[in-house]
């Protein structure tokens, strides 16, 4: 009520319906906790063409859904090669956007002008390079206006 709210429940339906995952149980959390995500010479390797289409089509729902970058930044990794556990992790995210579908961003007519800014990383995360993770995000009053999760450009020592 005064405001604007943006989701992405029809495109969520249509990668739903895409995957044949209309069905599936919905996820509680993006990814497991501890779940350790490598690239590897051995396993079994999937389509790529069909791995880069989910993870494409996950990326145009950060426009609406932050909560969603960490997970897709790091699956986003394993585009060159995507192994079994690298696609099972994708359809985990796609089990928790089934349950979140109605997630969106909620920018309030009433209020202040307050601007909150946060950021974290993560420390050698990626086993691959030893680089880690650095997510940022910033809010206009409680909605999310801007956040952006990368790689480290270095290898932190500490």
Request: aromatic share 10%; with cysteine; charged share 25%.
């Amino acid at each position: 009520r005064g405001g604007i709210t943006i989701k992405q429940t029809s495109y969520i339906n249509k990668i739903l319906k895409e995957t044949s995952m209309m069905d599936s149980n919905d996820a509680k959390i993006t990814m497991d906790p501890g779940t350790k995500l490598v690239k590897e010479e051995d396993g079994n390797s999937v389509d790529t063409t069909y791995y880069r289409s989910l993870i494409g089509s996950l990326m145009y729902l950060l426009h609406t859904r932050p909560d969603l970058s960490y997970s897709v930044g790091l699956l986003s990794r394993f585009m060159q090669d995507p192994k079994a556990h690298h696609l099972k992790a994708v359809k985990q995210v796609i089990r928790y956007i089934k349950g979140t579908k109605e997630h969106g961003i909620i920018y309030k007519k009433e209020g202040g002008w307050k601007i909150t800014g946060y950021s974290d990383s993560s420390y050698g995360i990626n086993t691959d390079q030893g680089k880690g993770t650095t997510v940022i995000v910033f809010y206009f009053e409680e909605s999310p206006i801007t956040w952006c999760t990368q790689k480290q450009p270095t290898v932190a020592l500490s």
